[in-house]
Nanobody, 114 residues
Framework: VQLQASGGGLVQPGGSLRLSCAAS????????MRWYRQAPGKEREFVAL???????DYASSVKGRFTIGRDNVRRTLSLQMDNLTPEDTAVYYC?????????WGHGTQVTVSS
């Protein structure tokens, strides 16, 4: 299983970014996919998930600002992040559970700063 996150960068407060996570080694359409993030000095925290039937769930801190999506043809997970704040600064990771193990991508850095 390989997960490759991309799309991070530096953005001003109030700006937007779109993250992507390309998955391989799994039957992508059958799995719930998740985004997590880890800010400096903090524990990794849940951000959002999308199930195999496109149900979604969000952390309260991002609800209404972030939108998770999936493209089962391209086997890609996305995270549209709008109205970003400095508190969103973190490394963002995608993950998937497969055969009893949790697999993580390498992460992509998001920095929100003026």
């Amino acid at each position: 299983v390989q997960l490759q996150a991309s799309g991070g960068g530096l953005v001003q407060p109030g700006g937007s970014l779109r993250l992507s996570c390309a998955a391989s080694g799994i039957n992508f359409r059958l799995h719930t996919m998740r985004w997590y993030r880890q800010a400096p000095g903090k524990e990794r925290e849940f951000v959002a998930l999308i199930s195999e039937n496109f149900s979604t769930d969000y952390a309260s801190s991002v609800k209404g600002r972030f939108t998770i999506g999936r493209d089962n043809v391209r086997r890609t997970l996305s995270l549209q992040m709008d109205n970003l704040t400095p508190e969103d600064t973190a490394v963002y990771y995608c993950n998937v559970d497969w055969r009893g193990s949790t697999y993580w991508g390498h992460g992509t850095q998001v920095t929100v700063s003026s």
